[in-house]
């Protein structure tokens, strides 16, 4: 599966640091080491508290790819800001993330193709936050619609069923793997699904097993990526092992170190 470091992000104190004082170090240092833990790609988010997100996330996809060659996952809301990094930008590219309104579709999908991006798009709009999954599925659907509609390779399409807090949402957990699980039934070829990980654990006092558990779960349901922690180990093994559960891995003694060398 894919998986994306979630710690270049503005949310972080030492990262929301790094920023305002443009240290390239610190960030750099936090992208070699989620590579060296396994990571696949990389988020890149300036923070909810960001005064100048354009230029400054321009400066983080610079300073980022001096490091690395990985695929950089342009975290914002705001098109002009995944506009600032994707034309900075020199490896490959993830948009995260396009809604499921109008606007925002005819925007960021001619953008992706332009760029040749994969595209995360979330299923939520300016209606609010979905309920359930009859909610969920409709507005995946109206993604995948417009992706088809502009020839948008669909393949190249995350959906992302937004990750609840297990302890605000309890009941809708499960709604939300069963979306995984349908979502891939929406089109043939089939979109790609992928969570925002930690979510689930916000405020909770055992964040590493709710995620690692979750992930499993969610593994089985058919999930092809996830925006995570890279260097919590546990959580690493536990989607690895999942994997080789379910026969994505192949299985020698070691795959844990195989896969930690690859
Ligand atoms: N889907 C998509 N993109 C996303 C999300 C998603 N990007 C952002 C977020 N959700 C995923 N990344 C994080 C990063 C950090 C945390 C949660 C998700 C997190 N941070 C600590 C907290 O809030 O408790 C902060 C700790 C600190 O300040 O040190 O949990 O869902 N497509």
Do not use: H
């Amino acid at each position: 599966m894919l998986i994306i470091g979630e710690l270049i992000n503005g949310m972080y104190q030492n990262i929301g640091s790094a920023l305002k004082e443009k240290n390239k170090v610190e960030i750099q240092k936090c992208a070699k080491e989620q590579v060296e833990a396994g990571a696949d790609a990389l988020d890149v988010n300036c923070g909810p508290g960001c005064k100048n997100p354009v230029s400054d996330m321009q400066w983080l996809v610079e300073v980022i790819q001096e490091v690395t060659d990985k695929p950089l996952a342009l975290d914002s809301s705001k098109p002009q800001v995944i506009e600032a990094g994707l034309k900075a930008l020199k490896n490959k590219a993830i948009i995260n993330s396009v809604t499921a309104d109008v606007e925002k579709l005819a925007v960021l999908v001619p953008l992706a193709k332009k760029y040749s991006a994969k595209l995360i798009g979330l299923t939520i709009s300016a209606k609010g936050i979905p309920q359930n999954k009859d909610q969920r599925l409709e507005l995946a659907a109206t993604i995948v619609a417009a992706c088809a509609e502009q020839e948008f390779n669909i393949e190249d399409l995350y959906l992302d069923p937004i990750v609840l807090p297990v302890n605000v949402a309890q009941a809708q957990i499960k709604d939300i793997l069963e979306s995984i699980r349908e979502f891939k039934i929406i089109s043939e070829p089939s979109p790609k699904t992928i969570v925002g990980l930690s979510n689930v654990s916000q405020g909770t006092s055992v964040r590493s097993l709710i995620n690692r558990t979750f992930l499993v779960e969610a593994i089985a349901c058919g999930l092809d990526a996830a925006i995570l922690d890279p260097k919590d180990s546990d959580l690493m093994d536990a989607a690895i092992t999942a994997e080789l559960i379910l026969n994505k891995q192949i299985y020698c003694d070691s795959y844990l170190q195989a896969y930690r060398k690859k």
